[in-house]
């Protein structure tokens, strides 16, 4: 099969990146960025590995360090002259710069966010490396649809005289996010655009597969930003697209089976996506007799979440299903505390010393690994430092002291780590796993207990699990104007119970009750989100629902802020 490698050198996106060329149907591995070149293709360039592996091209991931700090990683420089194709981005041209002479600088502003570049310097019909390959590069900026750039539209001559590239003026919405910049291009390499401000935005070098890209195609933000990746992984690398997510099962399985040999696993399963899909492949992978799988009922649950758990579950085929109640522990526990970060520590380790109790009560040995179902934007947001990522919020899945013990005894399993939410549930319904639990909204580890602003006691917990019954019910039954149901429609929806009373009437009587804010975004990945335009009437309607129905809540607000600068949860 063939691969594309990316050299990991330490941006928030780098995962997302390969995943994107993934998403093309091109096997990707992300990898240190000073991994050796000849561990990147041990039987040398052009060749297939033992697995029969065939590495087509390199790209550069971004990184939060300057070239010109002593920090900044450097690849092998035999990379630059193995023939193999390369795309550095954002840091990776700047990388490619420094390592070629060309000088990089800090600029008095960064640019970031979308920032259109220009391309108007000599089209690729130039005489570069080779004519054609840079073509089929630029056709990714082109009309081209995604469709025909796989299909191989872009091969053959003269594609690079088609449409907007050639015409020697074009340009595009790029996503930026950098503070340094290209100030002299190599010796050797040509500019082909540039940003508004006048940052180099496109470099290729003359005569070898080089290619510097100062945006990133892979995020959300950039237009034509996978047409792009495609220009490079099928135009300019050839590659051949295998990739399959039954290839993917198969492999996260035998990693699984390998690393976990004989022993027991034990999953704390919290009702979500990510959880329940990585008991499916527990459950897949091994015996499902020595998967335990642990649902603990924290009395944060949303409504009658423990029932259709639990029904899940058995049918996932579960052996060993320990369901716990565990509610007046919980509540004990956080009696009091009203920090949101102070919460979800107590919820985190709480969770942890239940797991322990009982997985001694159980009888589980020592040994027994502990599976997660971490997903990649868990783990950058909680800053986890290999990835360089800064703490937003300490998720209690991947913050907690007690999983970083088992983590550095080498006992935590976490087969999603690498995945995007969207990946998660394609994988799942490749589980086979019913529309009812791969369709349902992310809900977070703490659960209610960070839905509720301030301290959660018993009677916040349910008042809001009932309007927030009432809100999902509606959003299941509601269509949107693309006929779509709104819960189908909608990334993510819950309701917040805010610290706040405020005065209303009933009857004629004046009365003191509670403030909801509703909240609904759209997402792809969690990392940036926004608000979902509801009609006015559907908004109105779920209002007017939830205060007659929940008598403890008297006003109902809906939340207009994006992510950023919003967090999507309110604590
Ligand atoms: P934020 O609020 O950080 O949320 O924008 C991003 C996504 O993550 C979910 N979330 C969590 N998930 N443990 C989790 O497992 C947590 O502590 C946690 N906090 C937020 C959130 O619901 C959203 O989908």
Not at 300 to 314: A, C, F, P, Q
Not at 334 to 356: F, M, N, S
Request: glycine share 10%; with cysteine; aromatic share 6%.
């Amino acid at each position: 099969m063939d691969k594309i490698i990316i050299l990991d050198f330490g941006s928030r996106l780098t995962a997302l990146l390969g995943r994107r060329v993934r998403e093309l149907g091109v096997y990707s591995e992300v990898i240190p960025g000073t991994t050796p070149l000849a561990a990147i293709v041990p039987g040398g360039p052009n060749r297939p590995d033992s697995k029969g592996d065939m590495v087509r091209g390199i790209i550069f991931s971004g990184s939060p360090e300057s070239v010109n700090s002593k920090n900044g990683p450097v690849p092998d420089q035999k990379i630059y002259d193995c023939g193999l194709p390369i795309l550095g981005i954002c840091y990776g041209i700047q990388r490619i710069t420094a390592d070629h002479g060309g000088q990089v600088a800090a600029m008095p502003q960064r640019e970031e966010g979308r920032v259109e570049v220009k391309g108007k310097f000599p089209a690729p019909a130039d005489p570069v490396f080779d004519r054609e390959k840079v073509g089929r590069f630029f056709t990714g900026f082109d009309n081209y649809s995604l469709d025909q750039i796989k299909k191989g539209a872009v091969r053959g001559a003269g594609a690079s005289a088609n449409g907007v590239c050639a015409a020697g003026e074009w340009s595009f919405i790029s996503y930026m996010a950098h503070g340094d910049k290209v100030e002299r291009i190599p010796k050797g390499f040509r500019q082909y655009a540039e940003s508004v401000s006048g940052c180099p935005s496109v470099i290729v070098h003359e005569t070898k597969p080089i290619i510097g890209l100062q945006f990133h195609p892979e995020a959300a933000g950039c237009d034509r930003g996978l047409e792009i990746l495609a220009g490079f992984v099928f135009g300019v690398c050839q590659s051949a697209p295998g990739w399959t997510m039954e290839q993917y099962v198969n492999e996260i399985c035998s990693s699984l089976a390998k690393k976990v040999g004989k022993e027991p696993v034990l999953l704390l399963i919290s009702g979500g996506v990510d959880s329940t899909v990585t008991g499916a492949l527990l459950l897949k992978a091994l015996n499902p007799d020595q998967v335990h799988l642990m649902y603990m009922d924290t009395g944060l649950m949303r409504k009658d979440e423990t029932k259709s758990v639990k029904e899940t579950l058995e049918r996932l085929g579960a052996r060993h299903l320990h369901i716990l109640n565990c509610e007046n522990e919980f509540l004990a526990a956080l009696k009091g505390a009203v920090d949101p970060e102070a919460k979800r520590k107590i919820i985190g380790d709480l969770y942890i010393t239940i797991q322990e109790r009982e997985t001694a009560r159980i009888g589980l040995p020592e040994t027994t690994f502990m599976a997660q179902g971490t997903i990649y934007p868990d783990i950058i947001e909680s800053g986890r430092a290999e990835l360089n990522g800064a703490l937003v919020k300490s998720h209690h899945n991947v913050g907690s002291p007690l999983v970083d013990a088992k983590r550095r005894a080498g006992r935590v399993v976490e087969p999603l780590e690498k995945l995007y939410k969207d990946e998660v549930r394609i994988l799942g319904s490749f589980l086979g796993l019913g529309k009812d639990v791969i369709g349902r909204h992310p809900f977070p580890g703490p659960g209610l207990g960070v839905r509720i602003l301030g301290e959660v006691t018993k009677e916040k917990c349910d008042i809001l699990r009932e309007a927030d019954a009432i809100f999902i019910n509606e959003l299941k039954k509601r269509k949107a104007k693309s006929g779509k149901f709104l819960y189908d429609e909608i990334w993510q929806a819950f309701a917040v119970l805010l610290p706040i009373k405020s005065v209303g009437v009933e009857g004629s009587k004046r009365v003191y009750t509670h403030v909801l804010a509703l909240r609904a975004i759209n997402s792809t990945d969690a990392m940036t989100a926004e608000v979902y335009p509801f009609e006015t009437k559907d908004l109105l309607e779920i209002s007017r629902l939830i205060t007659a129905n929940v008598k403890e809540i008297g006003r109902v607000a809906y939340d207009i802020s994006n992510k950023p600068p919003a967090t999507i949860e309110w604590e």
